[in-house]
């Protein structure tokens, strides 16, 4: 999504259509196959998408292009691997006429996994059947590729002749009987002129257009994305009772805290509800310890105190209030909705857990590791429970500050 909002905003697609007319179909094509890539990365986020691309570049390793999406009139210009299961009414094989690639200094030898090279004036004595098995399989290979090439035509094969390519060449791995095939004859075929159409004369007057603006606002509503998790300033009324302080006073905690502490944290609290991870010390510390490090990638792992950690989560998922809610809780609900009485305004958002019963929603909960909220964040989690209380039709939500061993308790004036 975050992708997608660039392209759109930096004009991406017009930018590649106005540098390079002829192959701005390739060039939107590959945009939207980056597009297709990025998805996969839903959970492993963009900085790991970003590594991977990266090394990709740098290991110059190939990618299928996108698929054009062209009408009829069109010439495509793809790969043999990348026609795989694709075809046309008229195919015709090109670059036939350049030869195989020659085999590297290092022989892999695939049936028993082994590798030959001349060391100095020593030839191993394995190497010429080595090259022999290596030769044989590529040129079964080849022979594959042709044949997935020629059958990617419906109606018409087209297939070149060279009679000056060597005997290394593509076209020279299969003998396609090319005398007993009839001459393709392009005589009968007439030439058509291009006629660039006339320029029209732009006719529009200031007044015009400002009508035709007006017609286009009016037609489609100016619909607002309301993103409660991002501090989006649209709240509905709500009523925060007091703090209530379970184990732990409310008194400052000596914990140092950060953004990838509390990724972990909220990821231990999802895997404590799906069932997945053992309430217990050590399997905790152990899964902390995992998510550290796939979290910190290449980069210094931060300095966090994983006993602490894992003690604040089993503080949390203890809490009377979690406790006598675990029936029924369900992990990571997304939330799409409107605000009731205005069509105009639609939230977006995604819980961290919810309490259902007989199907319904009745408890929004929220995890926050703050060590420290002070009154202004606290009242800005208030209004991002409510808001999610009020799309799902819950009773009340409750934010739950795991650091602190508190909860606050948030219901709604009205629907």
Not at 305 to 326: F, G, I, K, S, Y
Request: glycine letters at 6%.
């Amino acid at each position: 999504m975050l992708l997608a909002e660039a392209v759109e905003r930096l004009n991406i697609r017009a930018v590649l259509v106005a540098r390079s007319p002829d192959q701005a179909s390739r060039a939107l094509a590959n945009v939207d196959a980056m597009l297709e890539k990025a998805r996969a990365y839903g959970v492993r986020g963009f900085r790991q998408f970003a590594r991977d691309l990266d090394e990709d570049w740098s290991r110059r390793l190939s990618h299928d292009e996108g698929v054009v999406d062209a009408d009829e009139h069109a010439i495509k210009i793809v790969t043999v691997h990348s026609s795989k299961g694709l075809e046309w009414p008229v195919v015709i094989p090109i670059n036939t006429a350049s030869g195989t690639r020659p085999l590297e200094q290092f022989v892999h030898r695939r049936s028993d996994d082994t590798l030959h090279w001349v060391l100095g004036d020593v030839v191993p004595p394995d190497l010429a059947d080595a090259i022999s098995t290596e030769t044989q399989l590529a040129s079964e290979e080849r022979l594959r590729l042709l044949y997935v090439a020629c059958t990617r035509a419906m109606d018409l094969l087209v297939l070149p002749e060279f009679s000056w390519s060597g005997q290394q060449s593509w076209s020279r791995a299969l003998d396609f009987k090319l005398d007993q095939l009839p001459e393709l004859n392009i005589a009968h075929f007439a030439k058509t002129k291009y006629q660039k159409p006339p320029d029209a004369a732009n006719l529009q007057s200031r007044a015009q257009f400002a009508s035709e603006q007006a017609e286009v606002e009016r037609a489609f509503a100016p619909l607002r994305w309301i993103r409660p998790s991002d501090g989006d300033p649209d709240v509905v009324s709500f009523e925060a009772s007091s703090v209530a302080a379970w184990e732990h006073s409310a008194e400052r905690v000596l914990v140092r805290g950060g953004a990838i502490r509390g990724v972990i944290l909220h990821k231990i609290m999802e895997e404590f509800v799906t069932g997945e991870l053992k309430v217990e010390a050590d399997a905790v510390r152990a899964r902390s310890q995992r998510l550290l490090q796939e979290l910190s990638g290449a980069a210094a792992a931060p300095d966090i105190d994983l006993a602490e950690l894992a003690e604040t989560a089993l503080r949390t998922w203890r809490l009377p209030e979690v406790a006598e809610h675990r029936e029924g809780l369900v992990a990571e609900v997304p939330i799409y909705g409107r605000l009731s009485g205005d069509d105009l305004r639609l939230v977006a958002g995604r819980a961290d857990a919810v309490v259902y019963a007989s199907s319904k929603p009745r408890i929004v909960f929220d995890w926050k590791s703050d060590v420290a909220p002070d009154t202004s964040a606290r009242a800005s989690y208030a209004g991002q429970i409510a808001q999610y209380a009020n799309i799902l039709g819950a009773e009340r939500g409750a934010v739950v500050y795991m650091s602190l061993g508190q909860v606050q308790w948030v219901s709604q004036r009205s629907r």
